[in-house]
């Protein structure tokens, strides 16, 4: 049994993207860890499968693995290249589909970008999750090597932002794990170091959940923007400036967060039987 797929990227945070509508598709952990290692398999940051759903007004249901085989709720990047799919399909200049976070609605900005409506954030501590009570504008139980403090927000899947003076000085690789699996989170968390450069544009990099070092997270850049302008550094809009290239975030005044940015297709394929049976069956 092999699998077609479509090798797709939001800014340099790629995804093997897999139609299983018709056919159904639910791999092993063992399964996606082999077809994203970049050496031996395709290589992405997240696996997606887009799966039927009976959800009212959805076109699909975007399920989403992380590189090392968990499951995540949401990805902004891969949503936006979701919703591109699914509008090229139908001809239309909108699309929703589902997913663990909820229903999400896509369509087309200026530029061939897409925009997605991720949401209202959400912002008390249990809904990050946290591990106990605490004010998630700061969050003072997160510390490790000099960095302190961090803003927690959930787009879907949770993160904590600490703000910079240098971006680029951080050492991602080194603290990036640490600040993941902190205690403080049960469920582990995204980790984002901001860089605030006018009250309209951050610099952002980004250590994901399940992934690590990536170009880009969609999600990463809504609470970054989030935080940004709950702690008052900027307004409710601003461009977030990633490894990979600029998304423009928006809070807007009755709670939703949109994400606008471009999508690429990078190639097509087929997945081998051997990486297609790989660990079935295993966690």
Known sequence: MTREFLKMHGLGNDFVVIDARSEPYRPSGAEVRAIADRKTGVGCDQFIILERTEAPGADAFMRIHNADGSEAAACGNASRCVGWLLMEE???DRASFQTAAGLLHAYRADNGRITVDMGP??????AIPLAAPTDTLRVETVEHGGFAGPVAVNMGNPHAVFFVDDAEAVPLAEVGPVFENHPTFPERSNIEFAQVLSPTAIRMRVWERGAGITQ???TGA????VAAARRGLTGRKADILLDGGTLTIEWTEDDRVLMTGPVALAFSGRLSAELVSVGQGDA
Do not use: F
Not at 121 to 126: A, Q
Not at 222 to 225: G, K, M
């Open 90 to 92: 139908s001809g239309r």
């Open 216 to 218: 880009a997270c969609g």
């Open 121 to 126: 954030p959400r912002l008390d501590w249990s």
């Open 222 to 225: 809504c609470a970054t923007l």
